[in-house]
């Protein structure tokens, strides 16, 4: 008896650290997501200097919240909110930015990330 049940309790282990692993990979650092910039860039209330990103939504479950992590090390630079936008119709599919407008010598705001191939995309709120 003591056999079976200590099977099962392995079986039931091992079928979660499977699932752990299925939704990490999932909501994990996606390498389609990297994007690289030759000049520095804005987002709310942060600079990225030149160099490349993964930009990522947070969680399936909070689809408005995205993180932008250098993509050397992964280390999360900016996570903020965005407004859902639809992309414009002229923009190619794979385009994955629309900048904002900037004054002399600053670096220009990113105004919208959209995922390569998706209609809609996420506007950074600057306030």
Same mark, same amino acid.
């Given at each position: ?14 079928? !979660?650290?499977? *699932?752990?692993? %299925?939704?990490? $990979?999932?909501?994990?650092?996606? $390498?389609? &997501? ?6 520095? #860039?804005?987002?709310?209330?942060? #600079? *990225?200097? %030149? ?5 990522? #939504?947070?969680?399936? @479950? ?18 903020? !909110?965005? &407004? @859902? ?8 599919? &794979? @385009?994955?930015? %629309?900048?904002?407008?900037?004054? %002399? &010598? ?9 995922? *390569?191939?998706?209609? #809609?995309?996420?506007? !950074?709120?600057?306030?």
């Amino acid at each position: 008896m003591t056999n079976s049940k200590s099977v099962r309790t392995g079986l039931a282990a091992a079928a !979660f650290a499977m *699932l752990l692993a %299925a939704s990490g $990979h999932a909501w994990g650092y996606n $390498h389609q &997501n990297l994007l690289t910039f030759s000049r520095p #860039v804005a987002l709310p209330g942060v #600079v *990225l200097p %030149a160099g490349s990103y993964s930009f990522d #939504v947070a969680s399936p @479950t909070a689809l408005d919240v995205i993180v932008v992590r250098e993509a050397r090390s992964g280390k999360p630079l900016y996570m903020g !909110f965005t &407004n @859902t936008v639809e992309r414009p119709r002229r923009m190619p599919k &794979n @385009t994955p930015i %629309a900048f904002g407008e900037a004054t %002399a &010598n600053q670096p220009r705001p990113i105004a919208a990330w959209y995922e *390569l191939g998706a209609t #809609v995309g996420h506007e !950074f709120l600057y306030r």
